[in-house]
């Protein structure tokens, strides 16, 4: 066994991604704890550091806290002890959302729901028009951009959240199990988008899920997390360079990744 | 030679296919043509129990004399018809602003709600025909006692669909609003208010049937004088001088205005909902 990485104990050798730990602070989570109702404990003693351009998987059983977790950093809920710090202070404009439904308003086009951060910033439509076009055009929906959300597969709707969460240029896009809910071939796909998505837009992205090889797809830096209490128990590193595609997703490279994630996650489910 | 390529495919309906199209075509023939057939059947029949047994037409005219009795009363049962549809529309626009704004205000503030909303409830409850003879003792102008019982019937079903309607918002777009800072203001007209109208368009059409019901009643304790009689007014007259004729003409038209503005009602409705709400869509398969 070569722990090589001082974070990480995997059976699998996995080199030190120095460039991880090179890049600028985003954003960190200092000894949170959250309890509900005085006696259920989400998350204890949670510490995190966000750095720009991780794409930061957290990845556990259910109950472990991800979504809590998640909704701490968006400041939907205020942790019962402990801090979110934000590099240089943020902005309401510093956060993009996914939820796991794709969350859009069944009333309003398409072009309409991507314009919803404007809109809630003030900001008249004719104004922001092109950056709304450019959104969808880099999630290939810019023929869609009249229709409604009822006329689109499930899929596409994915597709305008991912546009909406990103039309602000966000420095940081919360992904909460987007895509748990498509079929197999679409998920691929769109995690395949997303990757292409995140490099041309620069951002760093959190995303939970229950997926071992989607998050290892998917990340360079993998949190495991263990349930009651909701606590990481290790980071795994995905040093492996991006563009990541079809190639990677069968390479021997890939599968030992996946068996150190798992190996991490069977041991949070107290395997 | 059988079909090879594949865009040559024959697309000609299988038997299935062809059963299917005509239960549909038997089906649109039927929504519109057997309630008619129904309704000459009930006419017909109607004639014939009036002639077989020689009914005088003082106890039940035939569907002949009621017409009859619409076209030659037609000035003063149009008249009549012109008062009740003024009241209906009224008391309907009024119970549109008052049930819509109340949710509202209900909606904002969690404490007037709690104040005022079991109060909303027993105006409800309480017949509207009790309270009728009180309005007309403590309010002066008839046609604002009249308005005011309609309304009273009305507003309900406007205020708890709304309600309902506001507090129905998808928990995500709320946490998205909320992420992005939207003000109470902008929560309220983008995101609850969209969101609430197909369930204030349900709480409509029920109003409005609710609203004709709440004129007709308020006419018949109000009684003539000074503000000229409306159909039920109309009925109650023809009642007392024994022109049963009349009575069923004024009953038709009545009814009429019910259809009507229940039809009208849901033609807005769908006109506001059919691009994206699911019970305005037609299915494709």
Known sequence: MSATDPLMNAPQPAPVVSSISERPGLLSLRGVDKVFNGDVVALKDLNLDVRQGDFMSLLGPSGCGKSTALRIISDLLHPTRGSVEWAGGHSQNDLGVVFQEPTLMPWATVAKNVYLPFRLQGKSYASVKDEILEALKLVGLEKFQNAYPRELSGGMKMRVSIARAMVTRPRLILMDEPFAALDEITRFKLNNDLLELKAKINCTVIFVTHSVFESVFLSDRIVVMAARPGRVLREVQVDAPYPRDEVFRTSAEYAAHCRAASDALHEAMGG | ?285
């Open chain 2, 1 to 285: 030679m059988a079909v090879t390529d594949p865009t040559q495919i024959d697309t000609a309906p299988d038997a299935d296919e062809i059963a299917r199209l005509r239960t549909r075509r038997l089906e649109k023939f039927g929504k519109y043509a057997l309630p008619l057939i129904v309704m000459a059947l009930a006419i017909w029949f109607w004639d014939r129990i009036v002639v077989w047994n020689e009914i005088p037409h003082y106890i039940l005219p035939g569907p002949g004399r009621v017409w009859d009795t619409l076209v030659t009363d037609w000035a003063i049962l149009f008249d009549a018809a012109k008062l009740t549809a003024k009241t209906t529309i009224l008391a309907l626009i009024f119970a549109v602003i008052g049930g819509a704004g109340l949710a509202i205000l209900f909606n904002q503030s969690k404490m007037v709600e709690m104040s005022f909303y079991p109060y909303a409830v027993i105006l409800q409850v309480t017949p509207v025909v009790s309270i009728a003879p009180l309005i007309f003792i403590y309010v002066e102008s008839k046609t604002a006692g009249m308005l005011l019982c309609a309304w009273i019937v009305a507003f309900f079903p406007v205020l708890s669909s709304t309600t309902l309607g506001l507090n129905s918002v998808d928990h995500n777009l709320r946490d998205l609003f909320r992420i992005y800072g939207a003000t109470r203001w902008q929560r309220l007209t983008m995101l609850q208010l969209p969101s609430a109208l197909p369930y204030f368009l349900g709480g409509l059409k029920i109003a409005g049937g609710l609203s004709l019901i709440g004129a007709v009643v308020a006419e018949l304790v109000a009684g003539t004088g000074g503000v000229g009689a409306g159909l039920a007014m109309r009925i109650q007259e023809a009642g007392y001088r024994l022109n049963i004729a009349r009575m069923f003409a004024a009953l038709s038209m009545i009814a009429a205005m019910g259809v009507f503005l229940f039809a009208a009602l849901s033609i807005v409705s769908h006109l506001l909902l059919r691009k994206w709400h699911e019970s305005a869509l037609s299915r494709e398969s």
